[in-house]
């Protein structure tokens, strides 16, 4: 045989051998169920899980990046809140529909939270500054909600993020004003 003739045989033996690959996929395929569809379908998915992973690890990346320069607020009447002081005594703060965060589903509200006195004159004062929706004031030291009157504490703001329905009534976003009223006492 020339040499010629042994590399077409081997030519033709690869190309017969690429064939039956081709097809030996195709049949593996079809005999597993699996479409072209279907596989596309699950491509699709991958991506989509993919650039929700992303967006959740820049979400946590951004989550980070804030809550190290604030001072973590943690009282044992507030285990249902994400709370965190500025460095000027504001706080901010997250507040959840379960006292267990590990069990939380939703968040309820974001909060602000002014420091101040326990009276009615301060929670004017506060409300003139920033707007209505103080209703909430807490004691710090306390931890307690109100407080002895003409003491520290903090004047809260609760904004409702999402419609859902709380003890006091249905609400939509947007400023809390029935928010766990604490009547504050008149301190000349």
């Not at 529909?97 to 069990?103: A, Q």
Request: glycine fraction near 10%; charged fraction near 20%.
């Amino acid at each position: 045989m020339n040499l010629m003739r042994i590399k077409r045989l081997l030519t033709q033996k690869r190309i017969m051998l690429g064939i039956i690959g081709i097809v030996a996929g195709a049949l593996l395929l079809t005999s597993c169920g699996v479409s072209q569809e279907t596989v596309d379908t699950k491509d699709r998915e991958i991506a989509s899980l993919r650039a929700q992973l992303a967006s959740s690890q820049q979400d946590a990346k951004y989550w980070t990046q804030l809550s190290t320069i604030f001072m973590p607020v943690e009282l044992r009447s507030m285990t249902d809140h994400k709370a965190f002081m500025t460095p000027g005594g504001l706080i901010v703060a997250l507040h959840f529909d379960d006292m267990d965060l590990s069990k939380a589903q939703n968040l309820n509200w974001m909060a602000i939270g002014v420091p101040g006195k326990y009276s009615r004159q301060d929670q004017e004062r506060i409300e003139t500054l920033y707007g209505k929706g103080f209703t909430h004031f807490h004691d710090l030291m306390a931890d307690t909600h109100g407080g002895k009157a003409g003491g520290d504490g903090v004047w809260f703001m609760h904004v409702a993020v999402r419609g859902f329905a709380a003890p006091w009534g249905s609400l939509k976003p947007g400023v809390d004003e029935k928010f766990m009223p604490t009547p504050a006492p008149d301190v000349p």
